[in-house]
Nanobody, 126 residues
Framework: VQLVESGGGLVQAGGSLKLSCVAS????????IGWFRQAPGKQHEGVSC???????????WYDASTEGRFTISRDDAKNTLYLQMNNLKPEDTAVYHC?????????????????WGQGTQVTVSS
């Protein structure tokens, strides 16, 4: 399984970025998958998760700090996960990773995020 993120960059506060995560080596549409971030000197924190579109719960979850500003989506035909980030703030500065389970788990509430991409840097200037 391989996850490759892209789309990071430097943006001013209030700006927008759209991150992408292309997955290979797994039946992407059957997996719950999420976004995490790690700011300098801090631990990883969950940003958002989206269940498989065929799952029983069809859940989308956001951390409270990003809800209303970030939108997660997936295009299963392209094996790609997205994160649209609007109204960015300096505190959103971090390396953003996509992650999923090593086994097929379709629901966000059940997934163990053991497979990670290398990350993409997002820097928001004030």
């Amino acid at each position: 399984v391989q996850l490759v993120e892209s789309g990071g960059g430097l943006v001013q506060a209030g700006g927008s970025l759209k991150l992408s995560c292309v997955a290979s080596g797994l039946p992407f549409g059957d997996y719950a998958i999420g976004w995490f971030r790690q700011a300098p000197g801090k631990q990883h924190e969950g940003v958002s998760c989206i269940s498989s579109l065929t799952s029983a719960d069809g859940k989308i979850w956001y951390d409270a700090s990003t809800e209303g500003r970030f939108t997660i989506s997936r295009d299963d035909a392209k094996n790609t996960l997205y994160l649209q980030m609007n109204n960015l703030k300096p505190e959103d500065t971090a390396v953003y990773h996509c992650a999923t389970d090593v086994k097929m788990v379709s629901e966000c509430d059940l997934v163990e995020f053991a497979t990670w991409g290398q990350g993409t840097q997002v820097t928001v200037s004030s």
